[in-house]
């Protein structure tokens, strides 16, 4: 099973403010997915990322959200101007075998 | 738009006793599909999973079974202990899990002592 760490752990901003959220595997994956899930509901699909590229984004993932890998090894998620609704539990997940395995998450609250 | 249903928010099962988990999903498209179990500011754990070209896989205490034709799974835990108290999600992918998960709404189980 792949492992995966996300940091920080819980992220407080301003609204408007930028924010970028890490998820380090551990090993090399070619896979990666962002999710969120907002209090009291399920867990929502946001970008999937494959060999350094988008291959697939939801509705929620507008102009403010972007995904990258800087160094080839962490892989971030930078919300430009968050807002209010952006609070939620971000998880990161990567592809091993034909399942995804979830980070621990980052908790944005958003004021 | 929910692709993916689970009708019960909350279940309770005495210790020992069989939990019978459900889900509901409405696209034919779906071929891969997924439990977790997700404790409270914690990510979603991988339980087992499923592919559309089986009806039935098994893992120690966890077995799904996946019923194409009424596009409907279950996930049965036995027998149920303490720690399995947790929310479980049901979720499905195409393209053999390469895509997207789509999520259901979760289901709590309490495992009562």
């Known amino acids: 099973e792949p492992e995966v760490t996300q940091t920080p752990s819980h992220q407080v901003t301003q609204m408007g403010q930028e924010v970028i959220l890490r998820c380090v595997p551990i090993?090399?994956?070619?896979?990666f997915y962002w999710y969120r899930q907002i209090l009291g509901q399920k867990v929502e699909f946001l970008v999937s990322f494959y060999n350094n590229e988008i291959s697939e984004k939801s509705e929620i993932f507008d102009d403010q959200f972007s995904v990258e890998r800087p160094d080839g090894s962490n892989f971030t998620l930078k919300i430009r101007s968050t807002k209010l609704e952006d609070s939620a539990m971000y998880f990161c997940?990567?592809?091993?075998?034909?399942?995804?395995?979830f980070g621990p998450g980052t908790r944005l609250t958003v004021l | 738009d929910q692709q993916v249903k689970q009708n019960s928010p909350s279940l309770s099962v005495q210790e020992g006793r069989i939990s019978i988990l459900n889900c509901d999903y409405t696209n034919s498209m779906f071929d891969y599909f997924l439990w977790y179990k997700k404790y409270p500011a914690e990510g979603p754990t991988f339980l087992i999973s499923i592919s559309s070209i089986k009806d039935k896989n098994e893992d120690g205490r966890f077995t799904v079974f996946l019923n194409k034709s009424a596009k409907h799974l279950s996930l049965h835990i036995v027998p149920s202990q303490p720690g399995d108290s947790a929310v479980y999600f049901c979720?499905?992918?195409?393209?053999?899990?390469?895509?997207?998960?789509?999520f259901g709404q979760g289901t709590r189980l309490t495992i009562n002592p």
């Open positions: 997940a990567l592809r091993g075998g034909y399942e995804q395995f």
């Open positions: 979720a499905a992918s195409e393209d053999q899990g390469a895509q997207k998960l789509v």
């Open positions: 090993s090399n994956h070619l896979y």
